[in-house]
């Protein structure tokens, strides 16, 4: 892998952050739907650079998991950028059905009319972060974007449709004891027909294993998603900066790895500073504590602050209570 | 950005299509500021205030509160949601929040409401911890009807449940070795991380020390409504004599059970991960219709 690879950076000192007196809510329209969202105005002087959030599906709203994204739009805001979060259709503050989230049909409309309201507020420089389900909406989305700066990619999965297409017995044994040890499925077992679906599964992979159908998968690499590596490659031949993080502990980041071996290798390897991969210590995918949480929100400001660090961005003054 | 009663409001508003319902999504109040959205029918009479619960459960509830509001502003009541200092969108360090400090953003969110309508009878409705909250505060500004979600009627048990999830997260994380004793970590490090939440010693403290069933039962409003999830036959124990208790002062209570269980702490938000889609639907059809038999939007 010869794209930038750094392990985890030591938390940083915080800076004087953002508070909800720089922060204004806005209604915008998606299709038939109203969204909400939340623009925070940088507490220095602005890069005029905005960083919009696309939240991970699980948890739903813009907030995140202990609030996890509003402290990363605060702490944004103290480094000079505009914030902007905003909540899915049918989810938190919107409008419209609720609907599963599904990889192959991320929520791109909601993402691009977010970008627009953004540039609504005269901010036109946009660095986009995503976590799992919202990289992958990004990533849907930022090919056809103008004023694209960066873009933060935090566990997104390599392959289209995990959650809902992948057979389950195609788990590796150390994938599936560690897919096994989350609380969430040992929650499950307090339950007697989610029991059932375990005793299912184990059966089905029993059987798998007898048919030996799992080592095909290390050879053909046709899982892996075109969205995924298409939009990388373009976002490489655009010179646009990529942030990959994952956690070394993810069955995200395995795969990411096993893919080296085709043509995301070749990628990565023609990348160079491109694409940068920051690998952070175990199973970050759900910020289940702290310390992750907040690793991951120092890394993706640390890296956008960095992006901006030679006045390559435009400084205007546009802080505090009177900025846009 | 609007301007009312000389404070800088940082609002947002939208209609809702053909119901003739005005949603506004402000900061208000400070110097640290809470999020909060108000639902505003066309002249109003009466104000609901939701009092969500917090941390994990905050997510868990949190699309139920929205379609509980938008539909009791529908049938005619003003609705006030709001979120505590340091949790969601609203300032605050979450290491200070207690019971105190989440009553007196409720008592904000009350002033919003009352300041924004001019509502004068007021309902509240809480889930969990802030079921307890909607009741102390719906006492002191004289509530007339209380809907109080699965209430924490036991401080020690609630907590106790809470760290059970931060012992099946310590399962997980056993393979490095770590050991991991909640109640000694609070007491030697005055918090504890319980599947990505902080749990603070002074929420702890607070809630830990205090009689709960009696914050709940004393002053009951007149009407009163007590959901219950899961439990089998029958309300569980503290919830039957919380309900003993409010009868005996004379309120007018009604109960509702909820099948199956609620894994508060687990799990993402309920109608995406495909659990109990339905919930929420039931949730707001019991309220709805017990608000509108006890509290009706006009008088």
Redesign the interface.
């Known amino acids: 892998m010869d794209a930038a690879e750094r392990a985890a950076p030591e938390l940083i000192d915080r800076a004087p952050e953002s508070?909800?007196?720089l922060?204004?809510?806005?209604?915008f329209e998606a299709g038939d739907d109203?969204l909400?969202g939340?623009l925070t105005r940088p507490s220095v002087r602005s890069l005029n650079v905005a960083l919009i959030s696309a939240a991970g599906?699980?948890?739903?709203?813009s907030?995140g998991?202990?609030?996890m994204m509003?402290r990363l739009a605060r702490q944004a805001g103290g480094r000079g950028f505009h914030a902007f979060r905003f909540d899915y259709h049918g989810?938190?503050?919107s409008t419209g059905p609720?609907?599963?989230?599904s990889l192959d049909a991320p929520y791109v409309q909601d993402l691009e009319a977010a970008a627009r309201t953004v540039e609504g507020f005269g901010v036109e420089r946009h660095v986009y972060a995503g976590i799992c389900f919202g990289a992958r909406t990004v990533m849907s989305l930022v090919p056809s974007r103008e004023g694209v700066a960066g873009v933060a990619l935090v566990e997104p999965p390599i392959r289209d449709g995990l959650r809902q297409g992948r057979k389950l017995t195609r788990y590796g044994n150390r994938q599936l004891m560690r897919v096994a040890?989350?609380?969430?499925v040992?929650?499950g077992l307090?339950?007697k027909e989610q029991r059932a679906y375990y005793a299912k599964f184990v059966k089905a992979k029993l059987h798998a294993a007898r048919t030996k159908d799992e080592s095909r998968e290390e050879t053909d690499l046709s899982w892996v998603s075109e969205d995924y590596l298409g939009t990388l490659q373009r976002l490489v031949d655009r010179g646009v900066p990529v942030l990959l993080v994952y956690g070394d502990g993810s069955e995200n980041y395995r795969e990411f790895l096993r893919a080296q071996t085709g043509r995301l290798g070749e990628l990565m390897s023609s990348a160079g500073d491109g694409i940068e991969i920051v690998t952070l210590p175990?199973?970050i995918h759900?910020?289940?504590?702290?310390?992750?949480?907040q690793r991951v929100i120092d890394t993706i400001e640390g890296w956008a602050t960095g992006l901006f660090a030679d006045g390559d961005g435009p400084p205007e003054d546009l802080g505090g209570e009177d900025g846009a | 950005?609007t301007e009312r009663e000389g404070v800088a409001l940082?609002?947002?508003?939208?209609a809702d299509a053909g119901g003739g319902v005005r949603?506004e999504?402000?900061?208000f109040g400070g110097p640290?500021?809470l999020?909060g959205?108000t639902y505003l029918p066309p002249d109003p009479e009466v104000g609901v205030v939701i009092c969500s619960p917090i941390?994990?459960e905050l997510?868990r509830n949190?699309?139920r509160e929205?379609l509980l509001a938008r539909s009791l502003a529908r049938s005619g009541y003003a609705v006030q949601r709001f979120q505590y200092r340091g949790?969601?969108?609203?300032?605050g360090d979450p290491a200070e929040e207690t019971f105190e400090s989440l009553c007196e953003d409720a008592r904000a969110a009350v002033d919003r409401l009352v300041g924004t309508t001019g509502v004068e009878r007021l309902v509240f409705v809480g889930t969990r911890l802030g079921a307890v909250a909607a009741a102390v505060t719906g006492r002191t500004a004289g509530a007339v009807a209380l809907a109080m979600w699965e209430p924490v009627l036991n401080g020690e048990r609630y907590f106790r449940e809470i760290f059970r999830?931060h012992l099946?997260?310590g399962?997980?994380?056993a393979?490095?070795g770590e050991e991991r004793k909640p109640s000694q970590e609070l007491r030697d490090r005055g918090s504890v991380?319980v599947?990505?939440?902080?749990i603070d010693r002074p929420l702890f403290e607070s809630v830990r020390t205090r009689r709960l069933i009696d914050d709940a039962a004393q002053g009951a409003p007149p009407h009163v409504l007590l959901v219950q999830i899961g439990g089998g036959r029958g309300l569980r124990a503290e919830a039957g004599s919380l309900v003993e208790r409010w009868r005996e002062a004379g309120a007018s209570v009604r109960t509702h059970q909820l099948e199956g269980?609620e894994?508060w702490w687990?799990?993402?938000?309920p109608?995406?991960?495909?659990e109990d889609?339905d919930r929420a639907g039931e949730l707001t059809e019991v309220t709805s219709q017990w608000m509108l038999q006890s509290a009706p939007p006009r008088s």
């Open positions: 508070t909800a007196a922060e204004t809510p806005v209604y109203v909400l939340v599906g699980l948890r739903g709203t907030m998991r202990n609030r509003v989810v938190g503050e609720i609907e599963s989230f040890l989350r609380p969430w040992l929650a307090l339950k175990g199973q759900g910020f289940s504590d702290l310390l992750s949480q | 950005m940082q609002a947002a508003v939208r949603e999504a402000s900061f640290e500021r999020f959205v941390h994990a997510l949190y699309r929205v949790s969601g969108n609203s300032d999830g099946v997260s399962l997980k994380k393979e490095d991380d599947l990505g939440y902080s269980s894994p687990f799990g993402g938000t109608q995406i991960s495909g889609p």
